[in-house]
């Protein structure tokens, strides 16, 4: 059965850093594109970050580039977000996500960890 556990998140000062994991199992990580996506009380899921299943590439939302990093480790099927210099925009729980194309598209979904963001 397919598993994403996200860990890391927790209460962090404006200016602060945090690394966020998701450990992946039930799947073929390495043929993944992995991404990380934050929804905000009262606000729309976003995309945050996505890397490509061989880490070659990467996108991020303009809010948090310069900002955020995403890389994976395919041999320990972990995705990691790390971020810094976070504000209290970055407040929002975070969502580990898994995207395998083929006959069929899979989406995988992970349960979410809080990030919030406060002096």
């Known amino acids: 059965q397919v598993q994403l556990v996200e860990s890391g998140g927790g209460l962090v000062q404006p200016g602060g850093s945090l690394r966020l994991s998701c450990t992946a199992s039930?799947?073929?990580?390495?043929?993944?594109?992995m991404s990380w996506y934050r929804q905000a009380p009262g606000k729309e899921r976003e995309l945050v970050a996505a890397?490509?299943?061989?880490?070659?590439?990467?996108n991020y939302a303009d809010s948090v580039k310069g900002r955020f990093i995403i890389s994976r480790d395919n041999a320990q099927n972990t995705v990691y977000l790390q971020m810094n210099s976070l504000n209290s925009d970055d407040t929002a729980v975070y969502f580990c996500?898994?995207?395998?194309?083929?006959?069929?598209?899979?989406?995988?979904w992970g349960q979410g960890t809080q990030v919030t963001v406060s002096s």
């Open positions: 996500n898994a995207r395998l194309i083929g006959f069929v598209t899979r989406n995988y």
């Open positions: 039930g799947f073929t990580f390495r043929s993944a594109v």
């Open positions: 890397i490509s299943s061989t880490g070659e590439s990467t």
